[in-house]
Structure formats: C-alpha cells, structure tokens
Nanobody, 117 residues
Framework: QVQLIESGGGLVQAGGSLRLSCAAS????????MGWFRQAPGKEREVVAT????????YYTDAVKGRFTISRTNAKNTVYLQMNSLKPEDTAVYYC??????????WGQGTQVTVSS
C-alpha cells in the first residue's frame, strides 16, 4: 500500500525559504520519476517540479524556475523541495507523488505553505 507523508510546510514571510520533505513507502521508489505538486484555494492541482531516478534530470514549472530545487535520496525513499525567495502566490498545499499520478491515484495529506506579504 502506497503511503506518502509530506512535511516541512509552514508560515513564512515573502522572500523566505522552506524545505519540504516527502517520505514514500509501498512502492519501488527508485523506479519512478517523482514530483511535487501544489493546489491553491479555488485552483486545480498543478505540477511544480519533477525529478527522475537520478537528480541529473529535473523539470520545473516556469513560475518556480530559479527559486525551487527538487532532489531525492533513493536510499531513504525521500524526495525534497527546497523553496527559496518565496512569494505570496506560492501559497498552497504541497503534495508529492509519482510524476504520472492522476486524481484517481492515492494522494497524501499534503503540507500547507503560507507566504505572507
């Protein structure tokens, strides 16, 4: 049974930083491209960044390029998202999952990130 536990969110002022972590179990973690997603109030969930089995391959949505860094440690079944220069528009619930996950797949509870102006 897949389990995804996100942590590291919180309240931060604009320009601040946070580091999110996601511990995964119940899947062959190293076989999957993993991703971070976010859902802001009243908006659909969107992909923020993805990382292949090796951190040599990464993708970022334009809104976070140059500010966020995704990484993973396969030995710990964990994926990270370092978020710098945070903006109020980054406020959302952040989730991790397989990059190919759909709304019908299992999703964890996410971690709330709130950026104040």
């Amino acid at each position: 049974q897949v389990q995804l536990i996100e942590s590291g969110g919180g309240l931060v002022q604009a320009g601040g930083s946070l580091r999110l972590s996601c511990a995964a179990s119940g899947l062959t973690f190293s076989s999957y491209t993993m991703g971070w997603f976010r859902q802001a109030p009243g908006k659909e969930r969107e992909v923020v960044a993805t990382v292949g089995w090796s951190t040599g391959y990464t993708y970022y949505t334009d809104a976070v390029k140059g500010r966020f860094t995704i990484s993973r440690t396969n030995a710990k079944n964990t994926v990270y998202l370092q978020m710098n220069s945070l903006k109020p528009e980054d406020t959302a619930v952040y989730y991790c999952n397989k990059a190919s996950a759909s709304s019908r797949d299992y999703w964890g509870q996410g971690t709330q990130v709130t950026v104040s102006s």
